[in-house]
């Protein structure tokens, strides 16, 4: 600390005071600057996850519209049907995305919506290998966690965004001074 000290006195003495101000505001300034292209990254991986839990969860939906009729859940028919086509077709493109995106989405999202990410893939293979007893209740549980899952994401990105949005008028305001 003391060796700063003395290279900032240094600086003040060779170059002056107002120089040294200067280089300091433009170090804090590009600081402040890449701390808020993160947030954008952050927004990105916010976006990512939230529509494809929404695309899984439409998906679930359209699958359960099969069991509308009493007993239809008995029935063998479901595998082959138009709503499992549907359901397959929006449900498990959004699941492995979600799932491939969590790698780098660790970077910036925050510690509660990874671990309902997490959570949400432990309890889907649980449902999906041994806590089910049929298609309905294992689109119907999902359907829950996803959803459940969805409106964390959702709370939680609106909070940081709250905050990225302030940033990015700050940004602004210093852009167009400089100008």
Request: proline share 1%; aromatic share 12%; charged share 25%.
């Amino acid at each position: 600390m003391l060796e700063i000290i003395n290279k900032v006195i240094g600086l003040i003495n060779t170059y002056g005071l107002a120089s040294v101000i200067i280089l300091m505001i433009i170090a804090l300034y590009k600081i402040y600057v890449s701390r808020i292209n993160l947030w954008s990254k952050r927004e990105e991986y916010y976006k990512i996850m939230l529509n494809n839990l929404g695309r899984w969860r439409e998906g679930l939906s359209i699958g359960l519209e099969y069991f509308i009729e009493p007993g239809s859940e008995y029935s063998d028919d479901y595998r082959n049907s138009y709503y499992c086509k549907k359901c397959n077709e929006s449900s498990i493109p959004a699941r492995q995305e979600l799932y491939d995106n969590m790698h780098f989405g660790r970077l910036f999202l925050s510690v509660a919506a990874t671990e309902s990410i997490d959570e949400l893939f432990s309890d889907e293979w649980q449902l999906s290998n041994f806590g089910s007893i049929c298609e309905k209740d294992y689109l119907e549980s999902t359907l829950k966690i996803v959803t459940k899952t969805y409106e964390l994401i959702l709370k939680d990105a609106r909070n940081d965004l709250k905050k990225s949005h302030t940033k990015e008028l700050l940004k602004g305001l210093f852009s167009s001074s400089s100008n």
